[in-house]
């Protein structure tokens, strides 16, 4: 039987996963002005709605428990994935690496026999989300989510396009990463335990993942054609950008944060120092960057923290419900359940399930993975692009109903490829 402490866990995360679907009303309420736009606007922030119920969660038992308690049960919960996505978001970000992938894309579409329109939208839907199984997810969504902004998002009125685009996004990101074992967060939360390594990785999932990443960006950029050929005379004027080149050495020093933070994920001490020292060398050399995304990171931080605090009481209900599926069910179920909970909390939860088979474990994984672009809290590296986009959207927010349909297809998608015979079966 569920404790009381579980039950009021557990009706706090459902009232903050109706809370994450209702975000545009509360948006539309605080454009509107009156005295309490502030507390509207508040509410419409996404990356808010779980840290403000974890809240909500840690005062009660405080209050009605002990405070001794609720602070035991805070130093318990590991904050390691929510430390390193505000890290790795804020170096991923920066104008030389943004400077260097966006190259890089630009390289590669020129010598694919494509439009250059269509080649270099392509090419940012699918290399760039596979990339993230060397740089990690959390990056691979920051420099997608940035080169969708600055070079479509901004530019086009389409909403449509904008929700397809995103839509694909979250769902490439989501099985883009499954080509190590260290990249996407499911996939590292069952690694270990499992025994399952790089090769593992690549040999089981990672040709899936390539077929459906490039299935679902040349599906959609064939639909979404008309938007990228869009004539430049209806599109708003850009201004030129005046500031100096950035030097290659920058560039180099940027890349050894970068990858010094991805090879220290674990140690939070280690990527938190390389972060600081990152932010005074940029302080340094301010001028060959933008702003740092520090807040955008931070509220994605306390996002993901919210829902390790939230999500580390649900254990009582979810992984009774896993243990009792048959593997193909359990797929099915896997990839219902991530539109509602965490991935990455999910797969651990049924990496506890005793006597699991290793075409169970690989559907848990493989459905999980599938469901990780349906909902802004799917995928821990979600929040980040729906951070960096929201801004480009009508009233600055994303309606979950409508990333949720345009995240369909290609789920689908993905999953007719993770579902395709296994050496398991």
């Known amino acids: 039987m569920p404790t009381t402490l579980e039950i ?31 507390l509207w606007h508040l509410l419409s922030e996404v990356e808010a709605v779980f840290g403000v119920w974890a809240f909500v969660l840690i005062v009660c038992m405080a209050t009605f428990i002990g405070l001794g308690q609720a602070v035991d049960y805070m130093n318990t919960r590991n904050f390691v994935e929510p430390a390193f996505v505000f890290a790795i978001m804020i170096v991923a970000a920066s104008r030389p690496i943004l400077e260097l992938v966006s190259s890089l894309v630009k390289v590669v579409a020129r010598v694919m026999p494509l439009r ?76 270990q335990t499992f025994g399952w390594d790089t090769a593992f990785m690549a040999v089981n999932f990672g040709w899936r993942a390539v077929v459906a990443v490039i299935l679902n960006a040349a599906l959609l950029t064939f639909v979404c054609r008309a938007a990228l050929t869009e004539s430049p005379d209806s599109l708003p004027e850009t201004s030129a950008d005046t500031r100096p080149k950035v030097p290659f050495t920058v560039i180099g020093i940027h890349l050894v944060f970068l990858v010094g933070i991805v090879l220290s994920a674990h140690y939070p001490a280690i990527f938190l120092a390389l972060l600081m020292m990152f932010i005074g060398y940029a302080s340094a050399y301010s001028r060959y960057q933008s702003p740092l995304m520090i807040r955008e990171g931070l509220m994605v931080g306390f996002f993901l923290a919210g829902l390790v605090v939230l999500g580390g009481l649900q254990k009582w209900w979810l992984q009774d419900l896993l243990g009792g599926m048959s593997p193909y069910v359990l797929f099915a179920g896997s990839t219902a359940l991530t539109a509602i909970t965490d991935n990455a909390a999910l797969t651990y939860l049924g990496s506890l399930v005793e006597g699991t088979s290793d075409l169970w474990r690989y559907m848990l994984v493989a459905g999980a993975v599938t469901g990780g672009g349906l909902t802004v809290i799917a995928n821990a590296p979600n929040p980040a692009g729906f951070s960096i986009l929201k801004g480009t959207f009508p009233d600055g927010a994303i309606s979950p109903l409508r990333l949720f349909l345009a995240a369909l297809v290609p789920t689908l998608i993905a999953a007719v490829m993770f579902l395709l015979p296994t050496s398991f079966a």
């Open 116 to 191: 250059n329109e269509y080649a270099m939208f392509f090419v940012t839907m699918s290399l760039v989300p596979l990339a993230g199984s060397l740089i990690t997810e959390p990056a691979a969504m920051t420099l997608a989510a940035l080169l969708l902004r600055d070079q479509y998002f901004k530019r086009s009125g389409r909403d449509g396009f904008k929700y397809l685009t995103l839509g694909v996004l979250f769902v490439n990101i989501s099985v883009g990463g499954v080509l190590t074992a260290y990249a996407a967060p499911p996939v590292l939360m069952v690694a």
């Open 8 to 38: 009021l866990a557990t009706t706090l995360f459902a009232i903050a996963i109706i809370h994450t679907f209702s975000v545009p009303v509360f948006a539309r309420l605080a454009n509107k002005g009156g005295p309490h736009a502030g």
